[in-house]
T-cell receptor, first 108, second 123 residues
């Protein structure tokens, strides 16, 4: 089955740029979505189709996807961005939604 | 404004069947571009996809859960449901319903989520 790998944690200082990686075999041939998940809340879609932002998502969130790695970039990270971030893709072979294991972003 | 709300029993015993319903308020339920799905998060773990269903009843399930999962849809009530049989403690999780905002291959994500409901399996 298809797998997506993420680092368990990433730390960034306020105002700096945070990057969260997601890796999978030939991931660049698939579309990747990213979700922000804060404790006690429902997940929030922050990026779809690799690099598109839904309405209401700040411009500091951006995405890229090439080769075997997709990247979520948060430019000028803020304390409110502390959350778990999950990448997600569709595996055509198994007709399945696949989530990465999640990355805990700490802003300090 | 689209709103999703999960409902169903929250405490189950091992071997019982989990049954959840997601009620959809808004006008998009039978629109052809959307799928409706279930995702869960066990305590201390990440998100796990359970499955999605189309308003026609066409469905996709997580291969690891497929033998125990059944999803159904009631367009007249704007509801879709999840049935998970033979539950164990490993099925204890927060269960979310969500709307898939377009085609899976086309990279549309799950853009509207319910608030989630905590399901506990314990003897």
């Amino acid at each position: 089955s298809y797998e997506l790998a993420q680092p368990p944690s990433v730390s960034v200082s306020p105002g700096q740029t945070a990057t969260v990686a997601c890796s999978g075999e030939n991931l660049g041939n698939k579309f990747v979505c990213w979700y922000q998940h804060k404790i006690g809340q429902s997940p929030l879609l922050v990026i779809y189709q690799d690099n598109e932002r839904p309405s209401g998502i700040p411009e500091r969130f951006s995405g890229s996807n090439s080769g075997n790695t997709a990247i979520l970039t948060i430019s000028g990270a803020q304390a409110m961005d502390e959350a778990d971030y999950y990448c997600q893709a569709w595996d055509r072979a198994s007709a399945s939604v696949v989530f990465g294991g999640g990355t805990k972003l700490t802003v300090l | 404004q689209l709103h999703l709300q999960e409902s169903g029993p929250r405490l189950l015993k091992p071997s019982e069947t989990l049954s959840l319903t997601c009620s959809v308020s808004g006008d998009s339920f039978s629109e052809e571009i959307y799928y409706w799905g279930w995702i869960r998060q066990p305590p201390g773990k990440g998100l796990e996809w359970i499955g999605h269903i189309y308003y026609t009843g066409n469905s996709y399930y997580n291969p690891s859960l497929k033998s125990r999962v059944t999803m159904s849809v009631d367009t007249s009530k704007k509801q879709f449901s999840l049935s998970l049989s033979s539950v164990t403690a490993a099925d204890t999780a927060v269960y979310y319903c969500a709307r898939q905002g377009g085609g899976f291959l086309e990279g549309y994500g799950m853009d509207v989520w319910g608030q989630g409901t905590t399901i506990t399996v314990s003897s």
